[in-house]
Each structure stands twice: as structure tokens, then as C-alpha cells.
């Protein structure tokens, strides 16, 4: 028998992190010994938060998940794995376009890392159509949040937004 620990990754951009994130979040933390929470930072995307922003956001949002590491990286999602002896990626899917997105990212990810395994993870129905680009264009249109975010995620993207507001 293996007794070795299982860690696992969950990737995404999280700009803002939403509720749907953090319910998957924490399913995928208790299907691991760990789980490290990685920012990705694509500099072809310009972002609400920078991301050591949002990487102190998930880390209020997970406190009270004492297996959960938050952590950042760039370039492919296999090669953080690979260097972090990584062997299951959990993604979210939302909808059918997500699993058809997923599915092929998933099999690309195969063919240049064959030992790590995505998992694939459902979003719960009332979390199906939030994302972080639905909450973006809410905020920005001064929409209300509440249901979309925690509570410490909206008092950031209303700092923001008032901040963003007050240079024009």
C-alpha cells in the first residue's frame, strides 16, 4: 500500500476568486492530503487584482482549510506539477462548453505530462453561472454582488471599483 502523501492541484486565475471557486476548493481539498491553490499569472491578461492580491484573498477566503496552500506560478500548468510532485489537477466545469474546453486541455495536458491526472469537478447548480468575468462586468456596472462572492471578496472589488472611480 502507498502511504505516501497525495497532493493536488488546483489552478485557475481567480480574478476575483467567486463562490463557485471556493465550493470546489474545498470538495477538492478533501479528496487530498494537500492541495495547493495556484494562481496563474498570464501577462497577456490584464486582471482586476494584481496577483499577489489575489493570493492574499484566497488566502483569507481558505483559512479554515488547514490543507490548503495558496501558491503562484506562469507557464504551463504541468510544469508547476511536475516541478511540485503533482500527480492530480482538479478543474472546474461549469457547463458543457467548459467540459468540451477541459476535455481538450485535459488531453494536451496528458500527452506532455502522462502521470498526472485531471479530475474534473461539477459545478454545484447554483454555482453554474457565476464566473470570474460575470462578477467583473457586474462590479463594473455597479451591480450588487452578494451570492456571487464571499463577503471578503466584495469589499475588495468595491475598493477597487471606488478606487478605479475616483482617478477619472
Request: with cysteine; hydrophobic share 40%; net charge negative.
Amino acid at each position: 500500500m502507498d502511504n505516501s502523501i497525495r497532493r493536488g492541484l488546483f489552478p485557475g486565475s481567480f480574478d476575483p476568486v467567486t463562490v463557485g471557486h471556493l465550493d470546489l476548493i474545498r470538495r477538492a481539498s478533501q479528496l487530498v492530503d494537500e492541495l495547493i491553490v495556484a494562481v496563474g499569472f498570464n501577462p497577456e491578461k490584464n486582471g482586476m487584482f494584481p496577483i499577489e492580491q489575489r493570493m492574499a484573498i484566497l488566502q483569507k477566503c481558505c483559512h479554515d482549510l488547514p490543507n490548503v496552500q495558496i501558491d503562484a506560478y506562469s507557464g504551463l500548468t504541468v510544469e508547476y506539477c511536475r516541478k511540485h510532485d503533482i500527480h492530480v489537477m482538479f478543474r472546474g466545469v461549469r457547463n458543457a462548453g467548459d467540459y468540451e474546453a477541459e476535455w481538450n486541455l485535459a488531453q494536451i495536458n496528458q500527452r506532455l505530462e502522462p502521470g498526472i491526472e485531471t479530475v474534473l469537478l461539477l459545478s454545484r447548480p447554483e454555482h453554474s453561472m457565476i464566473s470570474s468575468s460575470v462578477v467583473r462586468e457586474a462590479a463594473g456596472l455597479g451591480r450588487k454582488l452578494h451570492g456571487f462572492v464571499p463577503d471578503e471578496v466584495r469589499e475588495e472589488i468595491e475598493a477597487y471599483i471606488a478606487g478605479r472611480t475616483a482617478g477619472r
